[in-house]
């Protein structure tokens, strides 16, 4: 965790809503997993009071749901807000990549070959919260390469709701989860700008598959609960 001892009130709130929004895209946590203020106090080595400033913004940013101090937890995600947050991504993304592949440069390229060889080594060891963290750190790198912070900004909080949900599925979906990376490389080593937009949106339906499964499957077990019933 951040160092926080140094921090005035205003800034450690922001700095502790920060962190725990880096963990959330990250996938640190995975749907229905509860959060206890009190504990994440612990691990800040901070009171209560920024931690349940922070839980309140992300309530607000729809990441967690707060039904009680005493019930916060990481939300599961329908398949129709999955669908809806897809399609968002793909037109966002999409415009990032092509965006990116116009003015990627060879240390561009270099930084994102360097991920997918650790991303190749953390799927082979199993280390889910790794490869989720760096599945994270190169979709963000495209709009970073294409100078667009106001796109990442808007990203940050579509990821918010995202990141646990990837996180979940990274290891069953296995090589669908980075498989669709390479042909994004490929296109920024070109600059063909169509193509890198193209190869995103292959990456986040395709890859995306092992996600949506798990969606469904989730739904139909759910289902079968409520006839039982």
């Known amino acids: 965790m951040p160092e926080f001892a140094t921090l005035d009130h205003e800034s450690l709130s922001s700095a502790v809503y920060g962190a725990l929004c ?25 009171s209560v009071t920024p931690i349940r ?4 913004k992300l309530a607000n940013d729809e990441a967690i749901t707060f039904r009680s101090p005493r019930d916060i937890r990481i939300p599961a995600m329908s398949e129709a807000r999955y669908r809806e947050i897809r399609a968002i991504r793909i037109k966002l993304e999409g415009l990032a990549a092509e965006t990116a592949a116009q ?14 060889r650790e991303n190749e080594a953390a799927i082979s060891g199993g280390d889910r919260l790794k490869g989720a963290a ?3 750190t ?16 808007i990203l940050r909080r ?9 996180s979940d599925s990274y290891l069953a979906g296995g090589r669908a ?5 390479y042909p994004v490389v490929e ?24 996600i949506l499964e798990k969606i469904e499957r989730g739904a139909e077990t759910a289902g079968m609960v409520v006839r039982l019933r």
């Not at 190169?138 to 900004?153: C, E, K, R, S, Y």
């Not at 579509?158 to 990837?166: A, E, F, T, Y």
């Open 53 to 56: 400033d922070a839980i309140l």
């Open 138 to 153: 190169f979709h963000f790198m495209l709009p970073q390469i294409a100078g667009l912070p106001v796109l990442t900004g």
């Open 158 to 166: 579509l990821w918010l709701q995202m990141g646990p949900l990837i």
């Open 103 to 116: 003015v990627a440069t060879s240390a561009d390229i270099e930084a994102l070959e360097t991920i997918l």
């Open 134 to 136: 760096l599945n994270q």
């Open 22 to 46: 880096d963990a959330l895209i990250q996938g640190r946590f995975q749907p229905g997993d509860r959060l206890k203020i009190r504990d994440l106090a612990e691990q800040f080595g901070t």
């Open 187 to 210: 296109a920024l080593k070109r600059h063909d700008s169509a193509a890198a937009s193209m190869a995103i949106v292959d990456d986040i339906l395709l890859g995306g598959r092992p």
């Open 177 to 181: 989860m980075i498989d669709h990376h």
